[in-house]
């Protein structure tokens, strides 16, 4: 078989960076896809045209069918999600980019595009935000999530335990225990400076009708 040298040769959207191996009477080409993932596709594939991607190129087929009914990707809540991530990460006058790019958080190369952030979290669930697992580390599939403000609140590297009767738990936790409104008791600690016990203690004022 006449070998045919295919580095530096395009094929869709995969640069062949060279040869890799062998399998049969095939030659094995490693070829990176223009969102960044490297692949190794048999010679025959490239040539015929049946791969053309690292296989983004049929989740974006995918995508583009799930959302032709009139739904606007660059308006959706998960594109804003996606767009807060890469501001937090690279926009220097993000004021959260100290606690995230300033402090060494990184996107994943897959997730550089839309489409495949989208392809791996799926739809963002009413009244979730995306969340790191592991607030150190940063963000690719298997360290996100769908996440509730509570799951956020007992995720955080912020999070404060507070002692009260003898036990110490997140101030998340002792508000669900008590049934207390987090919001209203976070507010009073840390806005307002109250004592654990007052803030857990004094009852919400009725609103007024008036």
């Not at 974006?60 to 890469?86: C, L």
């Not at 994943?108 to 592991?134: A, H, V, Y």
């Not at 036990?167 to 919001?183: F, R």
Request: hydrophobic share 25%.
């Amino acid at each position: 078989m006449r070998f045919s040298d295919k580095t530096g040769m395009r094929f869709g959207r995969l640069q062949v960076l060279g040869k890799c191996g062998k399998k049969g009477n095939h030659f094995i080409w490693k070829s990176k896809c223009d969102c960044g993932e490297i692949v190794h596709i048999a010679g025959p594939n490239l040539t015929s045209g049946n791969t053309k991607s690292c296989g983004c190129f049929r989740v974006e087929a995918t995508i583009k069918r799930n959302f032709k009914h009139g739904h606007n990707t660059k308006t959706s809540a998960e594109y804003r999600s996606w767009a807060g991530i890469k501001s937090r990460i690279y926009n220097k006058k993000n004021a959260k980019y100290g606690v995230y790019g300033g402090r060494g958080i990184k996107l994943c190369t897959r997730w550089e595009r839309f489409e495949n952030f989208l392809s791996d979290m799926g739809k963002k669930p009413e009244g979730m935000s995306i969340d790191r697992i592991d607030n150190n580390k940063g963000y690719y599939r298997k360290n996100c999530r769908w996440a509730t403000s509570k799951q956020q609140a007992r995720n955080t590297s912020r999070t404060i335990r507070i002692m009260y009767k003898g036990k110490k738990k997140s101030l998340v936790d002792w508000c669900d225990e008590l049934g207390l409104s987090y919001g209203i008791v976070s507010q009073r600690i840390n806005k307002l400076g109250w004592t654990v016990n007052r803030a857990f203690t004094t009852k919400r004022p009725p609103r007024s009708t008036s």
